[in-house]
């Protein structure tokens, strides 16, 4: 297949690769040239003009930072995606967000997809991304060689557009929960006279231990957090999404906003470009 994809940050960048691994010819476009440049290679083509990049294109991945970001390019996906062509909106956006692009695609939106992932840098590098979708069965079908590409596994949740996006929240309030946990559990071990590292030795192998934490904690106990596989920040803004859709569900909002204001914290300390695991300095005394 033909892939466009608009962002080329750790996430795009990472499934550009897989697509072209996977023998795609993958398009890059990204607001800043030079990082899309910084992209390409072997099957992977930089492009200045998004028309360029999505002209016969069979797919268009969107990876973009928020909606915002998405509608700003919106106008020219419309207008450059061909007949047959089918949008993979990837970002993290929301389920209002998502609505907006919907409203947006206009006469593409029965070949828009609502496709955020799950997984970081390294399963992106790999291409075992886990693929959430929701959207016309028909698209899906067509998009299957590229979702097969950059996932693991592809996940169908329904027919509903906005579907896929309130289960990438879900999901990423219990990352954005265990990671703030882990780094509390450590941080509270040390503020007892405790060496950090205990608490991950403690829980080992047991009914409450956790691979993430297994994964992160390290980096918290090290503090060797400043490449990030998901950013300090961006964990913030889809907390942000995550009350904003828990509030338009009347559901109540107390812990995440807690989790929001421990993740400022880390961030106001300067961790806003370092990797989730800097959210341990929110616990230092």
């Known amino acids: 297949m033909r892939a466009a994809v608009l962002g080329t940050g750790i996430m795009g960048a990472a499934m550009a690769r897989s697509l072209a691994r996977e023998g795609h010819e993958a398009r890059v476009w990204n607001r800043t040239p030079e990082r899309a440049e910084a992209v390409a290679g072997e099957g992977i083509t930089a492009h200045r003009e998004i028309a360029d990049a999505i002209s016969g294109s069979d797919v268009v991945v969107t990876m973009l930072y928020d909606a915002d970001s998405v509608l700003a390019v919106t106008d020219q996906v419309v207008a450059g995606l061909g007949p047959e062509a089918v949008w993979l909106q990837c970002s993290t956006v929301g389920p209002a967000g998502i609505a907006r692009i919907a409203a947006a695609a206009g006469s593409v939106g029965d070949r828009l997809l609502d496709a955020p992932v ?10 075992n991304l886990v693929v959430l979708v929701s959207g016309p069965g028909q698209a899906i079908d067509r998009a299957q060689p590229a979702l097969d590409a950059v996932g693991a596994r592809t996940m169908r949740v329904g027919d509903r557009v906005g579907a896929a996006s309130a289960l990438k929240l879900a999901n990423n309030s219990w990352v954005a929960s265990i990671n703030a946990a882990t780094a509390q559990a450590m941080g509270l071990a040390e503020a007892l006279g405790l060496e950090p590292g205990l608490f991950l030795e403690a829980i080992k192998g047991g009914a409450s231990d956790s691979a993430f934490a297994q994964m992160k904690g390290p980096m918290m106990a090290d503090r060797t957090w400043t490449e990030p596989a998901f950013a300090l920040d961006s964990v913030r803004k889809d907390v942000a999404l ?3 859709a ?4 009347s559901f109540p909002v107390d812990l995440l906003s ?4 421990v993740y400022d914290r880390a961030s106001a300390q300067g961790h806003g470009e370092a990797d989730m695991a800097a959210v341990r300095a929110a616990f230092d005394r």
């Open 258 to 261: 807690t989790l929001l204001a």
């Open 246 to 249: 828990a509030t338009d569900a």
């Open 118 to 127: 799950l997984g970081t840098r390294q399963p992106a590098e790999a291409g």
């Open 242 to 244: 995550m009350i904003e």
